[in-house]
T-cell receptor
């Protein structure tokens, strides 16, 4: 594909509902990152995948958050029982994967999540 | 608690001015310091610094790390309106990176 794609681009949900965010990385990229950009906050790193493996999940804000990646490609970020503080832009990035964090990361357009 | 602090939080200058953005950190297991430029939603990687005192340069941008002072600066000379963005500093600590809140830079024409 031409770049990283994310879906949906916008999601409005009610507090307490579950949401699933999807990221399609650039074909062949082994590294995949999830970030969160909250209003007025810095960019927050959530989790990264090297292939299908996530070495460190401690960046996830709470146990309501989970992420998986299958086939070394598509990744989903799931938020259960959403809360208003989950409202943010969720960004996904992929990279060739040879150097974690320092390889050029190609970012998707993000999913803007609003929890009412 | 690990933290990365950037200053100033915002800065407005005129085109052609030189700016210096600051980043200080308190992070265990420091591996590298990263600078990003964030426009709209997607930050782009600028520099990675691992060694103290070695300047990295890319066009009008340069950056240097001071491990003794636990800080880094990002310099932009001859600023242009296209430099307007949020500049993010992050510290790579093993398998996690910790971001500062960013410096919002606005260049007036």
């Amino acid at each position: 594909g031409a770049g990283v794609s994310q879906s949906p681009s916008n999601k409005v949900t009610e507090k307490g509902k579950d949401v699933e965010l999807r990221c399609d990385p650039i074909s062949g990229h082994t590294a995949l990152y999830w970030y969160r950009q909250s209003l007025g906050q810095g960019l927050e790193f959530l989790i990264y995948f090297q292939g299908n493996s996530a070495p460190d999940k401690s960046g996830l804000p709470s146990d309501r958050f989970s992420a998986e990646r299958t086939g070394g490609s598509v990744s989903t970020l799931t938020i259960q029982r959403t809360q208003q503080e989950d409202s943010a832009v969720y960004l996904c990035a992929s990279a060739r994967g040879t150097e974690i964090f320092t390889d050029t990361q190609y970012f998707g357009p993000g999913t803007r999540l609003t929890v009412l | 608690e690990d933290k990365v602090v950037q200053s100033p939080l915002s800065l407005v200058v005129h085109e052609g001015d030189t700016v210096t953005l600051n980043c200080s950190y308190e992070v265990t297991n420091f591996r590298s310091l990263l600078w990003y430029k964030q426009e709209k939603k997607a930050p782009t990687f600028l520099f990675m610094l691992t060694s103290s005192g070695i300047e990295k340069k890319s066009g009008r941008l340069s950056s240097i790390l001071d491990k003794k002072e636990l800080s880094s600066i990002l310099n932009i000379t001859a600023t242009q309106t296209g430099d307007s963005a949020i500049y993010l500093c992050a510290v790579d600590r093993d398998d996690k990176i910790i971001f500062g809140k960013g410096t919002r830079l606005h260049i007036l024409p």
